[in-house]
């Protein structure tokens, strides 16, 4: 009898670690030969996350030996949707991606569609930090932050949709600095560089390194920077005065140096997300990596694993006060 129970245990055993421990059996790189990778990107063709994300997804296919990598894009609710599926995917490292760092203030600010904890997910890396900008277009005729701060009539300034990163902060900006400023959204991908060059609107709150071509080739200019080590565009704490102007400045750097990020689900293996850790680290530091990205304008300081864990938490974990200010700022959206 005492045989019997004992087969029984361990056939039960068996049922219920079975996936954790056939994966576990495969784990390292080898796990992922002859399987395919899908690679989230929660917005849609162009733009800068979808230009990164392919590049990633590229070169760490490139350093999984016989692997596939295949994009899927899946834009809406300013990236929530993509976010959502990935945190619900099945944590086998075989569903990872990238969506837009406004989601952090999503959560903070309570927003119910969001499904996902961002503190749980599973951080693969971290492609670099990336300062934001105000940018004008050269049609627009300013030349300074105080010109733009001086405007008896209010100038149109392109946003993605409700949610993302571009939104919410040009929301939080506008309203702690009462800028002349009326927000237009929708606009993704290179939708927003191809309406200030049409005149559509005359400016955007975004990363500098998704304007820098277009500033470059003269389309453009940047008035003020948040974040980032660059000296050559004023910093926008040193143009502004008041309480609130500063509080939303300071929440917007804390992001500035968690950009284009990869993660997948909560609970992948250790080992898998090792492996997919290593590749990571592999593929960004490609000097084929490297060179494309330098090629496309992208700035490139990554981190791996933990540290990219630590700084989302650390980004996450804003005082009551801070959480406060930004719902209220954020009422109106």
Known sequence: MDRISRCIAAGAALLIGGWSSATLA??????????????????????????????????????????TFVVQNMPGAG????????????????????????LIYGQLAGNEAIKFDLTKMSWIGNVGA????????QQSGLESFEQLMGLKEKIKYAAAGVGTA????????????????????????????????RGEVQGMFSSRSSFQRFVDEGHGKFLAQVGGAE?????????????????????????????????????????????????????????????????????????????????????????PEMVEFLKQALGEE
């Open 166 to 197: 571009s939104t919410i902060e040009t929301t939080m900006l506008v309203e702690a600095l009462g800028l002349p400023i009326q927000i237009v959204t929708g606009y993704n991908g290179n939708d927003d560089q191809l309406a200030m060059r």
């Open 79 to 102: 990236h929530i949707i993509g976010a959502n599926y990935i945190y619900a995917s099945k944590p086998d490292g075989l569903t990872i991606g990238t969506f837009n760092t406004g």
């Open 26 to 67: 495969q784990s390292g790189p080898e796990y992922f030969n002859g399987k395919t990778v899908t690679y989230i990107v929660a917005t849609g063709p162009g733009g800068g996350y979808d230009t990164n994300g392919r590049l990633v997804a590229e070169f760490m296919q490139k350093h999984l030996p016989g692997s």
């Open 231 to 319: 000296t050559d565009v004023p910093l926008l704490s040193n143009l502004v005065e008041g309480e609130d102007a500063q509080k939303a400045i300071a929440l917007i750097e804390s992001q500035s140096s968690i950009s284009r990020l990869t993660a997948g689900p909560p609970g992948i293996p250790e080992d898998i997300l090792k492996t997919l850790r290593e590749a990571y680290a592999a593929a960004t530091s490609d000097p084929e990596f490297l060179k494309k990205a330098e090629s496309l304008g992208l700035p490139i300081s990554p981190t791996v694993g933990e540290e990219v864990a630590q700084a989302v938490t650390k980004a996450m974990d804003q005082p």
């Open 130 to 137: 990336d300062p934001r900008v105000f940018i004008v277009s």
